[in-house]
C-alpha cells in the first residue's frame, strides 16, 4: 500500500504534464520542453526522497547509482541516448512513475 509521502510524489509528477501542456502552447522547443521537465522530475525525486528516513533514502541511493550511475536516477544525456533522442519520449518519461513501486520497496527492503 503506498504511503503519503508516495501519493504526494506522484501527484506532483501527474501535474508536470500541465506544465508541458504550457510550454508547448508557449512554442518551446521539444529538447528545451524536455529538459525543463527532466529537472522538475528531478527536483520532484530529490524533495520526496529527503522526505524519507536515511536508511530508506539510502537503499534508494544505491539503487539508482547501481541502475543509471547516479544516485538520483537517469541524467537528461542517459535519457538521451535511450530514446534515441526522441525528445517527446523523454518528455513522457518526464511524467511517469515507477509502477513496480511496491515490488522494488519489498525487494529492496525499503522501510520506514
Known amino acids: ?13 501527474n501535474e508536470l504534464v500541465e506544465l508541458g501542456n504550457s510550454l508547448k502552447a508557449d512554442g518551446t522547443s521539444i529538447k528545451m520542453i524536455a529538459k525543463t521537465l527532466y529537472s522538475f522530475r528531478r527536483l520532484i525525486g530529490l524533495k520526496y526522497k529527503y522526505k524519507r528516513n536515511y536508511e530508506y533514502r539510502e537503499k ?12 538520483l536516477g537517469p541524467r537528461f544525456e542517459y535519457l ?8 517527446e519520449e523523454i518528455i513522457n518519461a518526464s511524467y511517469r512513475v515507477n509502477n513496480d513501486y511496491e515490488k522494488l520497496k519489498k525487494e529492496n527492503k525499503f522501510e520506514e
Open 80 to 87: 538521451e541516448n535511450k530514446y534515441n533522442r526522441n525528445y
Open 60 to 71: 534508494i541511493f544505491e539503487r539508482n547509482l547501481k541502475k543509471y550511475g547516479d544516485v
Open 1 to 13: 500500500m503506498k504511503d503519503q509521502i508516495r501519493l504526494n510524489y506522484e501527484k506532483e509528477v
